[in-house]
Each structure stands twice: as structure tokens, then as C-alpha cells.
């Protein structure tokens, strides 16, 4: 196929899909792996497509890429960041969790500790977490969103109020260069923010994707996170931001 049109079929794929991995565009195309990054690379100086560790999704600020595509997308950086995170959170601890992929996977890494007691807004983190006896696991009301389970709305952000948490665990769809929490939707944003404000720390996980990924709502700012923990290097803007606010980073 000639490269030109292989770019516009590797656009179709991923628009439609919202993610699609390397491995799966050099089976469709009969091509190598190098030759699918060269072209991802190439779409990407375009600005057509988001380059992710093992695939490519869409460029969007108002839609969210698929949760499908999102629970596979960079996995093993969302399972070093979990990992790591979870060594900071002692057993017996109170936690509130917000939506996400990460969280989810961080939900399963808490699996190793006892008597934790949580508050979260994610059925999937409810599900994982509430097959422990001895956790306490509260899920706070209002209108599940059908795409992720994920619950928000004025009744969601009101619930959440009710609690004071030692810990609020926050996952976030992008970061800005000048420290913004980037999101896709304003309810799911108002329920994260009264997360942060009952949590007496609030710990911020986020794979390296994340940095310069557009999203059109502001939830808060990276400088209101206690920890922060990611794969990679971040931008020396988020880095100076970080160091001023006394917000410690966790790179693994």
C-alpha cells in the first residue's frame, strides 16, 4: 500500500476505534513495527493523532477516547505508578477514589492492604475493592455514567462533602503546561474537586501521555496535589511548579 493511503487508513482505524495498538495496525497493514511507528511518528508532528506508548488514539479536547481502549492504553506505566503509589498508603488509611483507568488499577494493587475504608465514585473501583472482607468500601450516589461507571452529578459532588478522608487518590485525562488538571466533563470535575478539598492529602497519578494532553475542563492545578506520581520525566514548567509548591514527585 502506498504510504499516503496507508496514512488515511490508519486514520479511519484510529477515529473509529479511538485507540488502536501498534501490534494490531502492523497485522492490518502486513507491514512492520517500525514502519507503523515512522508513520504514527508522522501523523503525530501533523497533529492528526496522540501518540501512546504501544498505539496511537485520537485528538480531541471534548470527547474522552473510549473506556475499552483506555483500560489497555499504557498499562504497564499505570501498573508501576499503582504499585509505587500504594507503598504510601498504610493500612487502616481512609480513601477517597475518583474515576478512571488508574485508579482502577491502583484499586487492585490496594488488594495487598487491610482495613482500609473507602469512598468512591468509580464502580469499578467498588467492584475490585469490595471483594476484601475486611475494607469497607462506600459508593457514593447519583447517576452512573454508562460509558465507565464512573458516578457524578450535584448529588455525587454533595455525598462526597459528607466525608474527611486521609487520602484522596485522583487520576486526571490531562496536564497543561502551566499545571492545570485537565477533564471532559464539568461533573465529573466538581466531584474530583470536592475530593481534593476533603482529602487531607491528595495523591496524583498520572502516565506520561498525560503532559500536554487537551481536555476542556479545568478541574484544579497540579500545585494542590501532596504526591505526585508518573513514568516519565515531566516538562520543566510542571517540574519548577512542583518544586515551589512542595509537591513531592515519584517518578518509577
Same mark, same amino acid.
Given at each position: 500500500?502506498?504510504?499516503?493511503?496507508?496514512?488515511?487508513?490508519?486514520?479511519?482505524?484510529?477515529?473509529?476505534?479511538?485507540?488502536?495498538?501498534?501490534?494490531?495496525?502492523?497485522?492490518?497493514?502486513?507491514?512492520?513495527?517500525?514502519?507503523?511507528?515512522?508513520?504514527?511518528?508522522?501523523?503525530?508532528?501533523?497533529?492528526? @493523532?496522540?501518540?501512546?506508548?504501544?498505539?496511537?488514539?485520537?485528538?480531541?479536547?471534548?470527547?474522552?477516547?473510549?473506556?475499552?481502549?483506555? $483500560?489497555?492504553?499504557?498499562?504497564?506505566?499505570?501498573?508501576?505508578?499503582?504499585?509505587?503509589?500504594?507503598?504510601?498508603?498504610?493500612?487502616?488509611?481512609?480513601?477517597?477514589?475518583?474515576?478512571?483507568?488508574?485508579?482502577?488499577?491502583?484499586?487492585?494493587?490496594?488488594?495487598?492492604?487491610?482495613?482500609?475504608?473507602?469512598?468512591?465514585?468509580?464502580?469499578?473501583?467498588?467492584?475490585?475493592?469490595?471483594?476484601?472482607?475486611?475494607?469497607?468500601?462506600?459508593?457514593?450516589?447519583?447517576?452512573?455514567?454508562?460509558?465507565?461507571?464512573?458516578?457524578?452529578?450535584?448529588?455525587?459532588?454533595?455525598? @462526597?462533602?459528607?466525608?474527611?478522608?486521609?487520602? =484522596?487518590?485522583?487520576?486526571?485525562?490531562?496536564?497543561?503546561?502551566?499545571?492545570?488538571?485537565?477533564?471532559?466533563?464539568?461533573?465529573?470535575?466538581?466531584?474530583?474537586?470536592?475530593?481534593?478539598?476533603?482529602?487531607?492529602?491528595?495523591?496524583?497519578?498520572?502516565? =506520561?501521555?498525560?503532559?500536554?494532553?487537551?481536555?476542556?475542563?479545568?478541574?484544579?492545578? @497540579?500545585?494542590?496535589?501532596?504526591?505526585?506520581?508518573?513514568?516519565?520525566?515531566?516538562?520543566?514548567?510542571?517540574?519548577?511548579?512542583?518544586?515551589?509548591? $512542595?509537591?513531592?514527585?515519584?517518578?518509577?
Amino acid at each position: 500500500m502506498i504510504q499516503h493511503h496507508r496514512y488515511e487508513a490508519i486514520l479511519e482505524m484510529i477515529n473509529e476505534k479511538s485507540f488502536v495498538s501498534i501490534e494490531k495496525l502492523a497485522q492490518h497493514f502486513n507491514v512492520t513495527h517500525q514502519t507503523i511507528r515512522r508513520d504514527l511518528n508522522e501523523l503525530s508532528e501533523q497533529r492528526k @493523532i496522540v501518540r501512546h506508548h504501544g498505539g496511537a488514539g485520537t485528538v480531541s479536547s471534548t470527547t474522552n477516547t473510549a473506556y475499552q481502549a483506555r $483500560k489497555i492504553m499504557d498499562l504497564p506505566a499505570k501498573q508501576k505508578i499503582a504499585e509505587r503509589l500504594v507503598k504510601d498508603i498504610p493500612n487502616g488509611a481512609s480513601l477517597f477514589i475518583n474515576i478512571g483507568t488508574t485508579t482502577e488499577t491502583i484499586a487492585q494493587a490496594l488488594l495487598g492492604h487491610s482495613d482500609l475504608r473507602i469512598v468512591t465514585n468509580n464502580l469499578h473501583v467498588a467492584a475490585i475493592l469490595g471483594s476484601k472482607k475486611d475494607f469497607s468500601v462506600i459508593i457514593a450516589g447519583g447517576e452512573v455514567r454508562h460509558r465507565d461507571g464512573g458516578v457524578i452529578g450535584e448529588a455525587t459532588e454533595s455525598f @462526597i462533602r459528607n466525608f474527611r478522608m486521609d487520602y =484522596g487518590i485522583i487520576g486526571i485525562s490531562g496536564i497543561d503546561t502551566d499545571g492545570s488538571l485537565l477533564d471532559f466533563d464539568y461533573r465529573e470535575v466538581r466531584v474530583a474537586q470536592a475530593i481534593i478539598e476533603n482529602s487531607r492529602e491528595v495523591l496524583l497519578a498520572a502516565d =506520561g501521555t498525560k503532559f500536554g494532553r487537551r481536555a476542556m475542563v479545568s478541574l484544579a492545578n @497540579i500545585s494542590q496535589a501532596n504526591r505526585f506520581y508518573t513514568d516519565l520525566e515531566p516538562p520543566e514548567t510542571i517540574k519548577e511548579i512542583l518544586k515551589n509548591n $512542595k509537591v513531592s514527585l515519584h517518578l518509577v
